[in-house]
DNA sequence: ACGTCCATGCAGCGACGCTACATCGACAGC
DNA sequence: GCTGTCGATGTAGCGTCGCTGCATGGACGT
C-alpha cells in the first residue's frame, strides 16, 4: 500500500476527477488511473465508481482517503521531528488568497517573514467559488478564503481552519451622494439602490441578499464585479452602490464607506491548510505571522 | 521520505545493527545501509553513528524512529479502513512462543482460530533471553513471552503488552522424595537442595535467586536446563529440584509440584505485539482468542 | 449524429533500489 | 606485534516498477 497512491486518492476525491488531480500532482490522468487501479487491487474493494463521465470515490474509498490523511500526517510528523534536530525551521510555504485579502495581508505577511529569515514565501492570489476554496489546499499551504460570517456551515472537506478576522460590510456610496453624510445606514435607506455585487456563487453574494431579505424586496444588482478596486472606480462614477469590507477596501477618493446598522453584515477571513501541511515547522510559523498580522489590523 | 526507509530505520533500531535488520527484513546488509543513507540524507542530519564496529542511532534517528512507528500505525489503519468493508478479517498471523507457553497454548490457539475460519496461524516456539523478546516482534506478529511477575521494569522498546495469565512457580520434586507429600512447602525447606534451573539471563532465572535472598543462602545449582520436560525427566531422576510453572508442566509422572509457601514466586506471561501489526484486524481477532484461551486455563 | 470530455488500457522508456562483491575499520586470539 | 573475523559501507550491474504518450471507449451536450 503506498502513500504516493494513497496521497493521490485523497486528491482525486478534493479535486473531484482523475484529471484534476493529475493537474496538482504533476501527473498524466494515465499515471493517476493506475495508481488508483493497484490501490484498489490490493485493498481488495472498488475504491471507485464511475458516474457519468467523472468517477466518485466509494464508502471504502472514501474511509480509505481519510486514513490517507492520518497517513499523511504521521508522516509530516516524522519529519518535522528530525527538522527539530536540524535548527530553526526553513523551507518555502505556497501562500494562497482572494484578492482583496491579499492586498490586505500579503504585504504585511512578507515583511513580518522577512524579518524572521530563512523562509521563503511564495503568493499567489486565488479567488474561486466558495465552495472550490478548501480544494486549493491541494496546491497551496495555506490558502486565505472567506465566507459570510453569520448563518454559514463553514468549510467541509477537511481542511484545518484558523480564524484570522471577522470584516463588517460597509455600504460603499459615491461621496458626492446625499447618504454619504450619515454615519450609519438603515437597510431601509438603500432599499431601491442599484447594487454592484460579486459574482454569483462568489463569498459575499449571499450577504447582498440576506440584506435584501430585511427590506422585503431583492436587491437590484446591476453588475456582478469581483475586484473591489474596480467596483470602488464603479461607485465613485455613480453605476450603483456596493457592499464592500471595511479593512480591505475604501482607497478611492470618491467612495466613502458608511456602515450598516440593523443587519449584522460581515465576512470572515479564515486561514485553510491541510492537516498534513499544518504539521510542518516553516508552515506553522507563516500562520503564526498571519494571525498576528491580522490581530494588528483588527485592533489598528 | 520513503516509508521503507523509516521501517527499515525502526528494525535497525530494534535489532541494533544493520546486519540483523537486514535478516528481518530479508534485505542485504548493503540495501539497509543505503537505506539508512538516502534517508539521513533528506532528513538533513546523522540519523546512525559509528559505535564500535556497529552503530547506534543518534537522537535524531530515535526520534525519527519513534515518529516511523506512528507512520506505520497510520498505514496499518488504512489498510484496515477498508479491509472492514471486504469481510470478515482473512489472513496469516504469525506466532511466536517460548517452548512451555507454546506447549500450553498453540494447541487451543489453533483448535480455536480454525473454528472462526479464513485465519492462518503460523506458529513457531522462540525461547531467547528477556531483554531479546521485543525484539522478535519484528519477526512475528504475536510474541508470547514471559517475565518474572514481581519487581520487573516490564518490558521496554515500544511493544503493546496483552497480559495473558500470571503463572505461579512451584518446587517441583521427586515423586518419592519426603517432600512430595507436603502440602506446600517453605523457603527453608528447600535452602540446601541442588537446583536445576534455566541459564543465565532467561526470564525465570532471576525468580530463583529471589527465593535464595529469602534464606539468606544462595542456591545451589547444579544444572541449566530451558526446556522443562528436559526438566522434569532430570527431577525424576534425583538429580535435583526445580522451580516450575503450575499449568506448563507437571506431565511427568515421577514429578510432583509443591507450593512455595511464604515467598511470592510466579512469572508473567504476556503476548507482546507491535503497534502496528496491532491495527491489523486479524491479529486482533487472534490476539482475543489468546486472551480467552488464558482465562480458561487460569479458571479451569 | 457529431464533437468533446473524461477515464482507462497498452507499449516503451527511464529511474530507482536491489544484489553481489570489494573495501575499510574494529575487536579478539595467538 | 600480526592475523582472522565480523560489521558497516561504497561501487557496478541488473531487474523492476511507475511514468509518459497515444489510442480506445463510454457519456454528455449541441
Redesign the pocket.
Known amino acids: 500500500m503506498?502513500v504516493?497512491?494513497l496521497e493521490?486518492l485523497r486528491a482525486?476525491r478534493s479535486q473531484?476527477?482523475?484529471?484534476?488531480a493529475?493537474a496538482v500532482l504533476?501527473?498524466?490522468?494515465?499515471?493517476?488511473?493506475?495508481?488508483?487501479?493497484?490501490l484498489s487491487r490490493d485493498a481488495g474493494v472498488p475504491l471507485?465508481e464511475?458516474?457519468?463521465?467523472?468517477?466518485r470515490l466509494t464508502a471504502a474509498g472514501d474511509a480509505l482517503a481519510d486514513a490517507a490523511v492520518d497517513v499523511a500526517v504521521a508522516l509530516e510528523r516524522a519529519r518535522a521531528a528530525c527538522a527539530a534536530f536540524a535548527g530553526s525551521p526553513t523551507g518555502t510555504v505556497r501562500v494562497s488568497a482572494f484578492q482583496s485579502a491579499a492586498w490586505m495581508l500579503l504585504p504585511g505577511l512578507l515583511t513580518r517573514v522577512a524579518a524572521r529569515g530563512g523562509i521563503t514565501v511564495e503568493c499567489s492570489d486565488e479567488d474561486v467559488a466558495q465552495d472550490a476554496f478548501p480544494a486549493l489546499t491541494d496546491r497551496h499551504d495555506v490558502v486565505v478564503a472567506h465566507r459570510p460570517a453569520e448563518a454559514d456551515p463553514g468549510w467541509g472537506g477537511g481542511v484545518r481552519v484558523v480564524p484570522l478576522l471577522r470584516e463588517p460590510l460597509d455600504v460603499a456610496v459615491p461621496a458626492g451622494s446625499p447618504l454619504a453624510g450619515r454615519v450609519a445606514l438603515e437597510p431601509a435607506d438603500v432599499a431601491g439602490a442599484d447594487w454592484i455585487a460579486v459574482r454569483e456563487g462568489f463569498p459575499v453574494a449571499r450577504v447582498l441578499a440576506d440584506v435584501g431579505v430585511r427590506t422585503g424586496t431583492a436587491p437590484r444588482v446591476v453588475q456582478r464585479i469581483n475586484d473591489f478596486h474596480v467596483v470602488e472606480a464603479l461607485v465613485a462614477a455613480g453605476h450603483g452602490i456596493s457592499l464592500l469590507p471595511r479593512y480591505s477596501s475604501g482607497g478611492h477618493p470618491g467612495v466613502r464607506l458608511v456602515p450598516l446598522a440593523g443587519v449584522r453584515a460581515g465576512r470572515q477571513v479564515d486561514a485553510l491548510v491541510r492537516p498534513d501541511a499544518a504539521e510542518r515547522r516553516v508552515v506553522a510559523v507563516v500562520l503564526e505571522e498571519l494571525v498576528a498580522l491580522a490581530g494588528e489590523l483588527r485592533r489598528g
Do not use: I, N
Not at 504533476?26 to 493497484?38: D, G, K, N
Not at 464511475?50 to 468517477?55: A, E, F, P, T
Open positions: 503506498d504516493r497512491a493521490t482525486v473531484g476527477g482523475v484529471t484534476a493529475a504533476h501527473l498524466t490522468p494515465s499515471a493517476v488511473s493506475q495508481q488508483l487501479a493497484v471507485t464511475r458516474v457519468g463521465r467523472g468517477l
